[in-house]
């Protein structure tokens, strides 16, 4: 096994025992921004970076995912892990009904 997958899987370990930490809400708050704020900045870097695409249309879906999940947190209560889920649903559906013409007015495939 190289480095690069040694290194995730240990780093994925050591986020995976953050919440039996017992580390007070501000900290876990601020290490799950962090992870969400790195994940944007390499999808920015993919998508502007290497192409040369110039877009915020992925801003648009993490954010719609975000709003989803901390929405659905603030009202029930619940762990984050449980609202991931619906925010990924509404950001996929918002991205697909824009391919399917819902948003552009070009309809079909591209």
């Known amino acids: 096994m190289n480095k690069t997958i040694s290194g995730i899987l240990i780093a994925g370990a050591l986020l995976a025992v953050v919440p039996w930490l017992g580390l007070p809400a501000f900290y876990e708050s601020f290490l799950y921004l962090i992870c969400h704020w790195m994940i944007l900045a390499l999808s920015w870097n993919i998508l502007s970076g290497y192409s040369g695409y110039f877009s915020f249309g992925h801003g648009v879906f993490f954010g719609v995912g975000m709003y989803t999940t901390a929405g659905l947190a603030g009202k029930l209560d619940w762990p984050f892990f449980v609202h991931a889920?619906?925010?990924?649903?509404?950001?996929?559906?918002?991205?697909?009904?824009?391919?399917?013409?819902?948003?552009?007015?070009?309809?079909?495939?591209?």
């Open 85 to 110: 889920a619906p925010g990924h649903f509404d950001s996929g559906h918002l991205g697909r009904s824009a391919r399917c013409g819902g948003v552009s007015g070009q309809g079909g495939a591209w």
